[in-house]
């Protein structure tokens, strides 16, 4: 009985963890966190993209090797983006830092193009 309520459990914590996958986070949120120096942004848009306009202190997911850029704190904040609400691009980056250990990584789901729209500056 033991093992089956410890599967039950197991299951449960998998699920609600992977049901979710990351939280999300919003323009104006993010926008705050970036003022406050307390996060760390990962565009996964690609090279071109990148080089385009990127949110503000964004690291470019293809050149960046997130095991040497992100904090040793493992609780920081970690928020990947790609295109917009139907890209799934950022799991990518945000799997990569959960795969590392961090445990607080969440998803700007309005993507670049949301940070457009609602007048945000690029960084070039």
Request: aromatic share 6%; charged share 25%; proline share 3%.
């Amino acid at each position: 009985m033991k093992k089956l309520i410890t599967l039950a459990l197991s299951l449960v914590c998998a699920t609600s963890v992977f049901a979710a996958e990351f939280p999300d986070i919003s323009v104006a949120d993010l926008k705050q966190a970036i003022a406050d120096k307390k996060v760390v942004v990962v565009d996964v848009n690609g090279s071109e993209s990148y080089e385009a306009g990127h949110v503000p202190t964004a690291l470019n997911f293809e050149t960046a090797d997130l095991s040497k850029q992100l904090p040793k704190d493992k609780d920081a904040l970690v928020v990947a983006y790609c295109g917009g609400p139907a890209c799934n691009a950022y799991k990518a980056a945000a799997k990569k830092a959960a795969e590392l250990g961090y445990t607080n990584v969440k998803h700007l789901s309005a993507g670049i193009s949301g940070w457009k729209t609602a007048g945000e500056k690029l960084e070039k």
